[in-house]
Nanobody, 124 residues
């Protein structure tokens, strides 16, 4: 069992940056692939980025070149550095762990464990 807790959300002007964190606890965290998703108002959950235990990464086209996923295994923490933010990036951001498949874009049905989400609001 893995527990995930996101933090770092907030409000920012368009063009600004935020860094989200996801603190993980529980057995086997370091062996799992991890991902970031978001849910925009009236939309389904959208996969943004994935990272495996070897450090390989994939990104959805909507965030590639702007967002960076990384992990610090010594601190059991996953990060999402978000740059050049746009109003359409507004939504609730979730981290997830233990993926069954590696595909672009990441799909929520492939992940087992989820955090509670953190709100990101980008003002124009």
């Amino acid at each position: 069992q893995v527990q995930l807790v996101e933090s770092g959300g907030g409000s920012v002007q368009a063009g600004g940056s935020l860094r989200l964190s996801c603190a993980a606890s529980g057995y086997g965290y370091n062996e799992y692939c991890m991902g970031w998703f978001r849910q925009r108002p009236s939309k389904g959950r959208e996969g943004l980025a994935m990272l495996d235990h070897n450090g390989d990464t994939i990104y959805a086209s909507s965030v590639k070149g702007r967002f960076i996923i990384s992990r610090d295994d010594a601190k059991n923490t996953l990060f999402l550095q978000m740059n050049s933010l746009k109003p359409e990036d507004t939504g609730v951001y979730y981290c997830a762990a233990q993926c069954a498949r590696w595909r672009i874009p990441p799909q929520p049905e492939d992940f087992t464990y989820w955090g509670q989400g953190t709100q990101v609001t980008v003002a124009s």
